[in-house]
């Protein structure tokens, strides 16, 4: 009964965006399971990971503010990390020592112009507002908030600490880590970069079972807490690479472009339209597995779109591009697309 207790707790602190993303998560690994009865696929653990990450305690995670005890503060982008890493840490004994700081960002979409300042905020949440669905969850625009959050947590990290950021091979945390370490360039802290998606993999996969992660936030709180020794094995990046960095952030700055994706050993910018042929293929390929043309729920599109998608782009910015196929004349629609649930598509 208690945990009963404990997971309606839990899901009464959800944002609406979060809840969303929990459940899209869920759905696509029933669809992936139904799809491919013979699929490796744990489907029993890959859910108990999910109702872990729920019963985290304290949802406000991007709280979990420096001191002056804190020897070690961790960057990270994204609560879906931030509460899997929260997770280990209390297991591990640390949570007094060590602390997170969560950029509750996407970095690989979305204007970047400028977003250290406030102008490049208000663009960017413009930007949010005219295309990406959040439901009701208006807290989610608020992108001046959530950069002066960032900025405040910063400003008591003692000199002593060091600094890890975790960040992987995808455009969102490389643009993360990017703009991190601008808003870090008078610090005087040593800085260690870990890529944790590499280091599960390097430790887990075998010729018989591959995990590519897509980002550090789809790592369940046990293997974090497995690699968790590794970090230490990194050292400070050397103020040359920090100051390179700092500079490519400055270049980003400058920019307008909404789309990002990573293309091997950098971060690339694309057309907004990169991924539409992609969305109009997954939806022939879920027609055909109905053998007709019926109408689908764009859930469903999108969720099969996430789970071959070889980037990290969040389910928000392909509905965007659904939606933008259907205003274009490629799809049909059927309900009102307020959001991925109220809506079917089929091919014209």
Not at 296 to 311: F, H, M, P, S, T
Request: hydrophobic share 40%.
């Amino acid at each position: 009964m208690n945990k009963l207790v404990e997971m309606q707790k839990a899901i009464n602190g959800l944002s609406l965006n979060d809840a969303r993303q929990v459940l899209t998560t869920i759905k696509l690994q029933l669809d992936l399971v139904e799809m491919n009865k013979n699929a490796n696929i744990d489907l029993y653990k890959n859910l108990r990971d999910i109702y872990g990450k729920l019963l985290v305690p304290d949802n406000k995670i991007s709280r979990w503010i420096p001191d002056a005890a804190t020897t070690k503060v961790h960057i990270v982008f994204g609560d879906s990390l931030a509460g899997s890493l929260k997770f280990a840490i209390q297991q591990l004994g640390y949570e007094d020592t060590n602390k997170i700081i969560c950029f509750r960002e996407q970095f690989a979409i979305g204007p970047l112009w400028q977003l250290h300042e406030e102008s490049g905020q208000a663009e960017r949440g413009g930007w949010f507002r005219d295309h990406i669905n959040f439901g009701d969850d208006e807290t989610d625009y608020d992108f001046a908030a959530i950069h002066q959050s960032i900025t405040e947590q910063m400003a008591p990290i003692p000199d002593e600490a060091s600094i890890v950021i975790w960040s992987g091979k995808n455009a969102h945390e490389q643009v993360g880590l990017r703009y991190a370490l601008y808003l870090l360039r008078n610090s005087p802290n040593k800085i260690v970069l870990f890529d944790a998606a590499e280091a599960c993999q390097r430790k887990y996969n075998t010729a018989d079972r591959y995990i590519d992660y897509l980002h550090a936030g789809e790592i369940p709180p046990e293997k974090l807490q497995a690699v968790w020794g590794e970090i230490g094995e990194n050292g400070a990046i050397a103020w040359e690479t920090r100051r390179r960095l700092e500079r490519e952030w400055l270049e980003f700055a400058n920019q307008h472009e909404v789309l990002r994706i990573w293309d091997g050993d950098r971060v690339l910018n694309v057309d907004e339209h990169h991924f539409d042929s992609y969305l109009l293929e997954t939806v022939e390929k879920l027609h055909s597995y109905k053998a007709n043309n019926d109408f689908i729920k764009a859930a469903r599109v999108i969720g099969e779109a996430l789970g071959y998608c070889d980037q990290y782009v969040g389910d928000s910015y392909l509905e965007y591009r659904l939606r933008q196929l259907i205003y274009n004349g490629f799809l049909e629609i059927k309900g009102v697309p307020r959001a991925m649930r109220f809506y079917s598509v089929r091919r014209r």
